[in-house]
DNA sequence: GGCCAGGTGAAAC
DNA sequence: GTTTCACATGGC
């Protein structure tokens, strides 16, 4: 189907760091979610994907007026103007909490090229859906289908030190200690404390956590290119949360992603 | 070849 | 409460 919407740019999304199961393939990306592999391209005015699924018209946040967003803070200052310019086509996809955490738990100190690989590496204990041209693309496994796996073979994917942190977490959900579907409704405040007792989720982890898997706008993640916009664009080198919460009212996380995108294109 | 990457846990103050 | 340090590993 296609999908006509201005503010929607694949590229832009498969390089805004949010996601790790895009795959670029002939001119577009070969996408895997919702149990699904799809095949989406760019048009002038939009996108085209081959499923006729309406769960993909959520998943691209539709029903969010990006354009209604950038004109909402446009003017507030150069950098931001620049940064929603550049980045006019990043949308906040909806993705499964689960993947999501498994994702920036193995993000912590590391960069995306390898957080793509573990994540490649880990889908393989998911259920065969389909191949590509010779490429076999598996559906994120769930906590059950994850249950065997060691903290060696966790290691064998990737993840280095955080091995431990994944194999606890797949501990943590199959006995009953946490259900990541089952947090979805608590309150913003109740859900990122939820999500803090897990191991490996900290500040920023968790932020990252609430924005791209639990549809909670007011996530902002401060990682390191933030950190660096904050202060050279900025001037602010502490009490961070306070200074974002009062500048960037509104919708703080999708602002948090044109700042990143824009932050780490130009090498800030 | 040292530094960096969408930082966090644990120990030490 | 905050400061400090170790941590796997591929890319540059």
Redesign the pocket.
Known sequence: MIIKNRNLNLKQIAE???TFRWYPHSEGYVIVANHEVIYARQLEDGIEIDSEDPYWLDYFDLERDYQDIINHYKGKDVFLDEAMAYGWGVRILKQDPFEIIVS?II?????????T?AMEKISHYGTYLKTIEGKDYYDFPSPEDLIQVTVDDY?LC?????DK?LHQLIQDITSGNIDPYAIKDLSDKELKETL?R???????????IVL?GYDRSDGF??????K?VLDKKYGVTKNETDFIKNYFDYYPGII??YL??YG?FIKI
């Open positions: 805004s760091g949010q920036f993000s912590a100190n590391n960069n995306i090229k390898r957080i690989s290691r990737g993840l280095g030190y955080r942190y803090l897990l191991k490996g989720v900290g500040e920023k982890v968790a932020n990252c791209f993640p401060i990682d390191t290119w933030i660096k948090q992603q990143f995108f780490r």
